[in-house]
């Protein structure tokens, strides 16, 4: 097993989609299983998850999180799976004086634990579930800079053995899904396509102001929170730093699971 640390960890984003991912193999599975392949093992998990909005920022800082099943129609199956992987207070900590742009409470009273933003992905990664895993909340009543600025305070801790992990969905809108679909939403595609480019060159700041980017955006992202886990990872990116996809896909007409390494 590899231990070494590198000088920065990758940081990934990645599009979760259903939660039959977590179950079913697929070709986001299999996307999943084959990057962590290629990243020397963390000490450590941070992981900025879509399901988690809070009022406030929230860490979670218990020493054994809960696995959450937050999603219902599902097959019995998924409510079954369990993610026993430990938590870190001790990273909890680290998260809570890095950030000094709000005061960030820690969560260890067991009133959340790892949702399936979290664990759907990281079982594939980490079937083994032993590496430390801890949640950042998304604070719903924050502007995109925000967090986009609170993602850039945790850049050290890529030095520091962290695998920062955002999960959600960069087109992700639930009233236009089709689950027959055979093609994606004309605008599913559009917005897609170009947040790909401007991820590629680096154009950060449209990307934060992803309102203004037009009628696709606003079909694209109807509410935000599947979509600021992505500004958390950009965030983590250095000057001249590479970036690439290891998924993509817009199944079920409104979703896309493009996912992103930075590093």
């Excluded at 990645?14 to 697929?26: D, K, L, Q, T, V």
């Excluded at 950009?234 to 590479?242: I, N, S, T, V, Y």
Aim: aromatic share 10%; net charge negative; hydrophobic share 45%.
């Amino acid at each position: 097993m590899i231990t070494d640390i590198p000088p920065f960890m990758p940081a990934l984003f990645i599009g979760h989609g259903n939660p039959m991912n977590a179950i079913e193999e697929s070709v986001y599975a299999a996307a999943w299983r084959a990057v962590a392949a290629t990243i020397l093992r963390p000490t450590s998990i941070l992981c900025i998850s879509a399901h988690w909005e809070t009022e406030g920022t929230f860490v979670t800082a218990m020493p054994q999180p809960k696995t959450i099943h937050d999603f219902y129609g599902f097959t019995d199956a998924l409510y079954q799976v369990q993610y026993p992987a430990p938590g870190s207070p001790e990273l909890a900590g680290r998260v809570r004086d890095l950030v000094k742009s709000t005061a960030v409470r820690l969560d260890d009273g067991y009133s959340w634990g790892l949702d399936h933003g979290a664990w759907s992905v990281l079982r594939r990664m980490y079937p083994l579930a032993d590496i430390p895993t801890v949640q950042l909340s998304l604070d719903r009543s924050q502007h995109p800079r925000f967090h986009y600025d609170l993602g850039r305070e945790l850049q050290v801790l890529r030095r520091e053995g962290v695998l920062i992990v955002g999960s959600g969905n960069i087109v992700h809108n639930l009233r236009l899904l089709q689950w027959d679909a055979r093609e994606p939403h004309p605008w599913a595609v559009a917005f897609d396509t170009l947040a790909a480019e401007l991820i590629l060159s680096g154009e950060h700041d449209r990307l934060v102001a992803y309102a203004a980017l037009g009628e696709a955006a606003r079909l694209s992202i109807p509410t935000n929170e599947h979509y600021l886990p992505l500004l958390y990872i950009l965030a983590l990116q250095h000057a001249g730093e590479a970036v690439s996809f290891f998924a993509e896909g817009l199944p079920l007409g409104s979703i896309s699971m493009r996912s992103v390494r930075i590093g």
